[in-house]
């Protein structure tokens, strides 16, 4: 089946700092979402992206489907912003890797 | 709009006990999954409904586990008998068709 795989498995920012999440994927998707699971363990939905870019506040996402990846963009990160990241990929189900577990320290 | 919802939110039984979690989608939602997230991993489908048939089962524990939609809107996962390994958190998602997904607060299991 296709493998999701996303890096760094762990961050710890300083409050206001910027990062990037990688997820890579074996194979060609149908679509692409971005999930934010925060400490009372709730998936939020951040992005739908299949391809191309799209932003949300703070907040931007990249998937390049010929390439297989996609990338989460955090600027000025908060403490808020700390928990796990999710991305996961459709192929007739939703598949997830395992997680960005991030932390923003004030 | 409503979101989808979970019930109930924190559940602890001993082994070889039952429990079940209600599920209630996003209205005009078709199509409804239930993931299990075990501790430090990513959330693992183990059914999923397309109005009040199954689409994909294969990887719910059919010895112990069950699920039914039975008028296409509400769903219920039940576990019997419960081991230990069943701790995890239940979560229940739902989509307009199968597009994107819209996940509820989740059902956290305690097995001891």
């Not at chain 2, 769903?75 to 199968?98: G, H, M, N, R, W």
Request: hydrophobic share 35%.
């Amino acid at each position: 089946g296709i493998q999701v795989e996303q890096s760094p498995p762990d961050l710890i920012l300083q409050e206001g700092a910027n990062s990037t999440l990688r997820c890579n994927f074996s194979d060609s998707v149908n679509n692409l979402q971005w999930f934010h699971q925060n400490p009372w363990g709730q998936l939020i939905n951040l992005f739908y992206i299949p391809s191309g870019t799209k932003q949300n506040g703070r907040l931007s996402a990249t998937t390049v489907a010929t390439e297989r990846y996609s990338l989460l963009y955090i600027s000025s990160s908060q403490t808020t912003d700390s928990g796990v990241y999710f991305c996961a990929v459709w192929t007739g189900k939703l598949i997830f890797g395992q997680g960005t577990t991030l932390q923003v320290k004030p | 709009e409503a979101g989808v919802a979970q019930s109930p939110r924190y559940k602890i039984i001993e082994k070889r006990q039952s429990v079940a979690f209600w599920c209630n989608p996003i209205s005009g939602h078709a199509t409804l999954y239930w993931y299990q997230q075990i501790l430090g991993q990513g959330p693992k489908l183990l059914i999923q409904f397309q109005n009040n048939g199954v689409v994909d089962d294969s990887q719910l524990p059919k010895d112990r586990f069950s699920a039914e939609r039975l008028k296409g809107v509400d769903s219920t996962l039940k576990i019997q008998p419960a081991k230990l390994e069943d701790s995890a958190v239940y979560l229940c998602a739902s989509s307009f068709d199968t597009g994107e997904l819209f996940f509820g607060e989740g059902s956290r299991l305690t097995v001891l």
